[in-house]
């Protein structure tokens, strides 16, 4: 049962992501990434973090994909014209996107035996065992998250200032 | 049902969202199989009250509206965190030592977000009314 | 009682039809109660041919929207304009699966008046309400209709706005739960003596503020009077779903009033003490079948006074401007919500007993 809801999610996560990168308008690239972060929700549901998979769901796909839409719709972005790409990208991104690949493949290969293996849905995290130590152990950033929170209030609003 | 997985109460949710989906898809495909059609120009263009259409409807709007969605984001996440802090709220004493540390804890929270809706208050944002915000 | 995967599958297949054709009727039944309570507070009879009372009358209206042509503009944008109709009346129909209505009544080991117990009950509510948003938005904005965009514009910022002061509403009765599953916290709120309803949250968890600021919120996500400003039609025709026609329009309708009755259910749940009887145990049953009955019938009964109180504050009150609703949202009810929150916390807290 967890083998199949991860081949099914995980496949429809892979399936959006690409979705998203393929897709020439950005209103349909904003859409296919509500669908990537609502199929993780499920995966984290599947390890057993049912808080991490609400709010994934509740901040992710609810509010900030909201703004991504409300962007993409007002400003009247249109679908971007194909380019043959920027030569950074060939000289840069593909051997880096390889020798990234390679690294975590060579890792994953010789340290295979360190790993503890974890089945899905062996461990169950309840929002109170979360909140235990969220309130008690992390309690300092906790605190400073409010902090951050109020900057962002404060440069959000000076975001959007007239031009003086 | 209390031997089965704890994944097996999500499957009914999972499987409500499959068959509300499918019901959805049928209702849209049935309606355009089962209506006829008689499409004739008038009929087809945007709707403006009976007078041709002027341009169409992309232009920009007003910040305010980006405001409020940035503001939505900030504000739900504080939202977010309260949630796991009320659930556990009865058992802080317990767990903390001290009767009212939680509460604290959350006054001290709350107090960094105040001062945040109070500035952006001031500032004139949320007053849709004003042209004086500094927008 | 163990069941296998196969039964467990098949059972709840059979539980979730249903409960949605059930949704279903109520809510084509929700919508002749408000045109024949509108039509007499407007001093008139509201339908009556159809059927005896008028009884008939949604089904007459759904077969005549099935039947009616399905429009596709020019100017829309395809699969978004197909879409944004599906989203919204899939997240209004989804939120179903978590609400418990009626007593914990297992039969062979299944729950029979509840699809998904989960623990996060809550919050799933909340993120489908938070998804549901994108229906609205795109499918103002797919219309390419100026008054389509315009009231999804609206609709989009004014349900955000309210969610704030919904979510933060729920948080005093989190706490007095202590948990985020609606069984939980309909069974804090139970009591045994005759004047059981002293202890739902609206008097004994004294979270009646916290319930007035749901209630408000609740009418505008919902997008209803006085809140309704998405489809004022003295300024914008219809609003977001101006270009659509059919089974389309149909949906965005059904959607509306799925959203109420699922308002009605939450609000019975966290502050009416959901299915329980509020005079202790007279009529709440003796035996497993008399429970059941009676627990859903209490449960039907209090959704019941949410929906008649929507249509009553329709037919009562005028609508809001822009600036007032949202000024209203962010600087009156946000607020209040955190108010009420500091003041439960510290009640609670110097209540509880020292460890």
Redesign the interface.
Same mark, same amino acid.
């Given at each position: 049962m967890h083998l199949a809801l991860f081949l099914i999610f995980g496949a429809l996560c892979v399936a959006g992501a690409l979705n998203l990168l393929l897709q020439r308008h950005p209103i349909n690239s904003a859409l296919s990434l509500i669908v990537v972060m609502s199929s993780l929700a499920v995966l984290y549901l599947l390890l057993g973090a049912e808080f991490l998979a609400a709010a994934q769901v509740i901040v992710y796909s609810g509010a900030i994909m909201v703004l991504f839409t409300f962007v993409i719709m007002l400003l009247n972005a249109g679908r971007e014209e194909r380019t043959r790409g920027s030569k950074m990208a060939y000289v840069i991104g593909f051997p880096g996107a390889a020798v990234l690949l390679a690294l975590l493949a060579d890792i994953f290969i010789t340290h295979s035996g360190e790993f503890h293996r974890v089945h899905a849905g062996e461990y169950v995290v309840s929002t109170a065992a979360l909140s235990g130590v969220l309130f008690r152990d992390l309690l300092l950033p906790f605190e400073v998250t409010s902090i951050l929170i109020l900057i962002a209030i404060l440069g959000a609003v000076a975001l959007a200032r007239k031009e003086h | 049902?209390q031997?089965?997985?704890?994944? &097996?109460? $999500?499957?009914?949710?999972?499987?409500?969202?499959g068959?509300? !989906?499918l019901?959805?898809?049928g209702?849209?495909t049935?309606?355009?199989f089962?209506?006829?059609?008689?499409n004739l120009k008038d009929?087809?263009?945007?709707?403006?009250?009976g007078i041709p259409?002027e341009g169409?409807?992309? !232009?920009?709007?007003s910040?305010r509206? $980006?405001?409020?969605?940035? +503001?939505?984001?900030?504000?739900?996440?504080?939202?977010?965190?309260?949630?796991? &802090?009320?659930?556990? $709220?009865?058992?802080?004493?317990?767990?903390?030592?001290s009767? +009212?540390f939680?509460?604290w804890?959350?006054?001290?929270?709350?107090?960094?977000?105040?001062? !945040?809706?109070f500035?952006? &208050?001031k500032?004139g944002? +949320?007053? &849709?009314?004003s042209d004086k915000a500094?927008? | 009682m163990e069941t296998g995967l196969f039964t467990f599958l098949i059972v709840n297949l059979i539980k979730i039809v249903v409960v949605v054709v059930i949704l279903l009727m109520a809510v084509a039944y929700t919508v002749l109660l408000e045109r024949k309570l509108v039509g007499r507070i407007q001093n008139r009879w509201g339908p009556s041919r159809v059927g005896p009372f008028g009884l008939l009358q949604p089904l007459a209206d759904g077969a005549k929207l099935f039947l009616k042509e399905d429009l596709m503009p020019f100017a829309v944008e395809r699969p978004l304009y197909v879409l944004a109709p599906m989203i919204a009346l899939g997240c209004a129909l989804t939120s179903i699966a978590v609400i418990p209505f009626g007593a914990n009544i297992q039969w062979h080991g299944v729950d029979l008046f509840q699809i998904s117990d989960v623990s996060i009950g809550l919050l799933i509510l909340l993120g489908i309400t938070s998804v549901g948003v994108y229906g609205i938005a795109l499918s103002g904005w797919s219309s390419n209709n100026k008054y389509s965009l315009l009231g999804a514009l609206r609709a989009s910022a004014q349900v955000i706005s309210y969610e704030l002061a919904l979510g933060l509403a729920l948080v005093g009765v989190v706490m007095r739960a202590g948990s985020l599953r609606l069984r939980d916290i309909v069974n804090v709120q139970t009591g045994h003596s005759l004047v059981a309803f002293l202890h739902w949250n609206f008097f004994g968890g004294f979270q009646f503020v916290a319930f007035f600021i749901y209630l408000m919120a609740a009418y505008a996500e919902t997008n209803r009077a006085p809140f309704d400003l998405p489809e004022a039609e003295s300024e914008l025709t219809a609003g977001y779903h101006t270009e659509y026609s059919s089974m389309k329009f149909a949906m965005f309708f059904m959607a509306e009033y799925a959203n109420m009755i699922t308002v009605g259910c939450v609000a019975t749940l966290l502050f009416f003490g959901g299915w329980t009887s509020p005079f202790g145990h007279f009529l709440s049953g003796s035996g497993p079948v008399s429970t059941a009955i009676l627990s859903v019938f209490w449960f039907v009964a209090k959704v019941f006074f949410f929906l008649f109180l929507y249509i009553w504050v329709r037919g009562t009150l005028p609508r809001f401007r822009y600036d007032q609703l949202m000024g209203f949202g962010w600087t009156f009810l946000v607020p209040v919500a955190i108010a009420n929150i500091v003041v439960t916390g510290l009640w609670m807290g110097l209540s509880l007993p020292a460890h």
């Open positions: - | 049902m031997n089965h997985p704890y994944i &097996w109460n $999500y499957i009914p949710l999972l499987m409500q969202v068959i509300v !989906g019901m959805t898809l209702m849209v049935m309606s355009w089962i209506g006829r059609h008689r009929k087809l263009e945007a709707y403006e009250c259409a169409d409807a992309r !232009g920009r709007f910040v509206f $980006y405001m409020v969605a940035m +503001l939505f984001i900030l504000f739900d996440v504080e939202a977010v965190f309260m949630i796991p &802090w009320a659930v556990i $709220y009865r058992r802080l004493p317990a767990i903390t030592g009767q +009212l939680g509460f804890e959350m006054v001290v929270y709350l107090g960094f977000v105040v001062v !945040g809706v500035y952006v &208050w500032k944002v +949320l007053d &849709w009314a500094d927008l | -």
